[in-house]
């Protein structure tokens, strides 16, 4: 079903531009994710179906860098676009080593760097402020970009860790900046995603109680907001930890179905049962019967978007994309 989902997506490839979304306020970040989620499905920009959609991706987005090394096709909150644009050409480079990809990436993560606020952390805009949820985005594109032979400057990563760590409320929750209050399952979520990300795996107090505040405060509602972006960083958290028991983590029964790749936690089978029970309905009524409202119910941010996303987390369980790699 997934690799339907996928042709579905690349079906609605803008045929001038090679961008997703004509309507949206955030092209660059929509057809980076649609990008990934390509990716995500075992498709390579050097073999496949989908080269050619791939390749219309990466001329978009190198021509839509300046000089500076911003990547903008003309979004608004243009730092989130910047950072998954990153996100996915680090994925291409990772698979191609595309010399013209590898200065894009250079100048990419100079312009992350220069932008970086005091307190460690990127703003919805190129400036000196700072927030949460800009913050995951450019943290996990600097990490991706690091994995591929990219130099990221090590007190950058150092210091946007803190300032994730600096967020987190009494409660265990990442709240959307430091010394704040509105912690979230969606942000807490992403601020524990990102340090497993970024290599950060020693058990400690911060994450213990992340771990514990993900656990007594998820939600599969598809109406909640941001429902997508939380799981689509929940997804990697459970992908992370299989074979490998989170801190709340029960055995599995023995007769516990396998998951792909496998898994002795029962607690991430049930997560991602959970999720394909909403999902995958979702998803089937839209290869069925073209119906996009289950889908459009997860999100405002654009049919795309919303298939971009679900199937990027149903792909978390495959592995192929390397923020997912175990």
């Not at 997506?9 to 979304?21: I, M």
């Not at 004509?22 to 990934?36: E, H, N, S």
């Not at 291409?92 to 005091?118: C, P, T, W």
């Not at 807490?188 to 514990?212: H, Q």
Request: aromatic share 10%; glycine share 10%; net charge negative.
């Amino acid at each position: 079903m997934v690799h339907e989902g996928i042709k579905h997506l690349v079906s609605l490839q803008n045929e001038d531009d090679g961008l997703w979304g004509k309507d949206t306020r955030y092209p660059t970040a929509i057809t980076a994710l649609a990008g990934l989620a390509i990716l995500g499905g075992g498709n390579t920009p050097l073999e496949g179906p989908y080269t050619q959609n791939l390749e219309r991706v990466i001329n978009k987005l190198l021509k839509c860098q300046s000089s500076s090394g911003w990547i903008s096709c003309g979004d608004s909150a243009s730092m989130y676009g910047h950072g998954f644009a990153t996100l996915f050409l680090s994925q291409i480079y990772g698979m191609s080593e595309d010399e013209r990809i590898g200065r894009a990436l250079k100048n990419a993560v100079l312009f992350i760097e220069r932008f970086q606020s005091e307190r460690g952390g990127w703003y919805y805009e190129p400036s000196a402020d700072d927030e949460g949820s800009v913050t995951i985005v450019q943290v996990q594109a600097l990490r991706a970009v690091q994995d591929v032979g990219i130099t990221v400057k090590k007190q950058v990563i150092e210091k946007a860790m803190k300032y994730v760590r600096d967020s987190q409320v009494e409660s265990g929750g990442i709240a959307y900046e430091p010394r704040q209050s509105n912690a979230s399952f969606a942000l807490t979520a992403a601020g524990m995603a990102v340090l497993l990300n970024a290599g950060d795996y020693e058990e400690d107090s911060v994450k213990t109680k992340g771990f514990e505040y993900i656990k007594n405060n998820i939600t599969f509602n598809p109406q909640t907001d941001h429902f997508l972006y939380a799981h689509f960083y929940a997804a990697q958290i459970y992908k992370h930890e299989m074979g490998r028991p989170m801190p709340w983590d029960s055995a599995a029964p023995e007769d516990t179905p396998p998951q792909e790749g496998g898994t002795g936690s029962l607690e991430g089978y049930l997560y991602f049962q959970n999720l394909k029970d909403i999902l995958v309905p979702a998803l089937q009524n839209l290869l069925d019967r073209n119906n996009r409202a289950e889908i459009n119910q997860f999100s405002r941010e654009g049919f795309v978007y919303n298939l971009a996303m679900t199937l990027l987390i149903l792909e978390t369980e495959m592995g192929y994309l390397s923020i997912r790699a175990d």
